[in-house]
């Protein structure tokens, strides 16, 4: 039963290390933290491998120990220790991104609390539904929208180019809807 069991670990660790590996970078933003965050996370997923691979849902298992590993990881004292040397593990830049907005999307993402983060991840680089990441976080599905929403609004006031900033600016004032429902017409302003 153990040849089995080795030969069907092996061939999902061969399968989705590579996007479990992502994960974790993605959550802690090191190359090295990551494959530690990963490591622990498939010791633990082989050492259950036989229940979980029969309640037959490993991926989701393998993302929440992922997550879980993350925050353990965060845990330990040696990792809240900054070396000031940030620069050397750098992400491969994404098709069709030039570097600079690269750079501003992984800055963006690593501003935001921890917790967003990993709803955000999970929803929109994992892909999963609502449902899904709230069972993976161990969190309730309206815990899941409001964080997804409150990330994204961080994200789109930092990733928002300098002309949709101007074109803020250009929409009307509370004055100007204002004085537009009641028939007035909104005041002049020089620069408009």
Not at 99 to 107: F, R, Y
Not at 145 to 153: E, G, I, N, V, Y
């Amino acid at each position: 039963m153990r040849p089995s069991r080795d030969a069907e670990f092996t061939a999902f660790v061969a399968a989705e290390r590579p996007r479990l590996f992502r994960l974790a970078y993605l959550l802690c933003g090191g190359t090295h933290q990551a494959e530690d965050i990963v490591q622990r996370a498939l010791i633990g997923l082989y050492r259950s491998w036989h229940r979980v691979h029969r309640a037959g849902n490993v991926q989701a298992y393998a993302r929440r120990a992922i997550v879980n590993s993350h925050v353990d990881e965060a845990r330990l004292p040696w990792r809240r220790e900054r070396t000031g040397v940030e620069l050397i593990d750098r992400a491969a830049e994404p098709a069709g991104v030039s570097a600079e907005d690269s750079a501003e999307l992984w800055a963006a993402l690593r501003a935001l609390p921890v917790k967003q983060r990993r709803v955000v991840l999970l929803r929109h680089y994992w892909g999963l539904s609502v449902e899904e990441t709230a069972a993976d976080l161990g969190v309730r599905s309206g815990t899941v929208k409001s964080q997804t929403f409150d990330a994204l609004r961080a994200l789109r006031a930092v990733l928002a180019r300098p002309t949709d900033r101007e074109n803020d600016d250009a929409q009307p004032t509370r004055r100007d809807r204002t004085s537009a429902e009641h028939g007035v017409a909104p005041a002049f302003r020089s620069g408009r």
